[in-house]
């Protein structure tokens, strides 16, 4: 007969992010992506769910000249400023403590948040190491 035991799930648990603790976590995201990757978004959207914190970012388009072509249902005016301002999803982390976070990759050919490992090959780590694994969307 099987025993029963416990199995560890990287991708549950954790626990609701604490009010004082919202602002110096985005602090921290934000200080590490200005040292870090400067200039490869113009801003940066960090909020919190519950045990969740969602990091999206803002760039500027690249639209080539001549686009868009005739009878486009937008100008080329709107169409940059609808970019403008539509996020690209980075990541999604799981809270359990201060510098132990789960990890979900946004994928965009799924639309959703998928369980992802750290660089490292855990499966919890920083805020700061998501950011550096999801920032591949800004190259």
């Known amino acids: 007969m099987a025993q029963k035991g ?10 609701k992010i604490p009010d ?11 200080k590490f ?6 200039g490869k978004y113009t801003r940066l959207e960090i909020r ?25 249902p937008e100008t080329r005016e709107e169409m940059i400023e609808r970019l403008r301002n539509t996020p690209t999803h980075l990541c999604r982390l799981l809270y ?9 990759f946004y994928a965009y050919s799924s639309e959703k ?8 090959g855990s ?4 805020p700061e190491e998501a950011f550096a694994a999801s920032a591949m969307y800004l190259e």
């Not at 992506?33 to 400067?38: I, M």
């Not at 359990?96 to 979900?104: L, S, T």
């Not at 948040?113 to 490292?120: D, H």
């Open 123 to 126: 499966f919890t780590g920083t």
């Open 113 to 120: 948040y998928e369980l992802s490992m750290f660089p490292n």
């Open 20 to 30: 004082h603790k919202k602002n110096q976590i985005k602090q921290r995201i934000e």
């Open 6 to 15: 416990w199995v560890y799930s990287p991708g549950s648990g954790g626990v």
């Open 96 to 104: 359990y403590d201060d510098d132990k976070w789960g990890f979900a």
């Open 48 to 72: 919190f769910r519950g045990k969740f914190c969602y990091i999206d970012a803002y760039t500027e388009p690249f639209v080539a000249e001549g686009w868009p072509p005739d009878g486009w």
């Open 33 to 38: 992506a200005a040292e870090n990757y400067a």
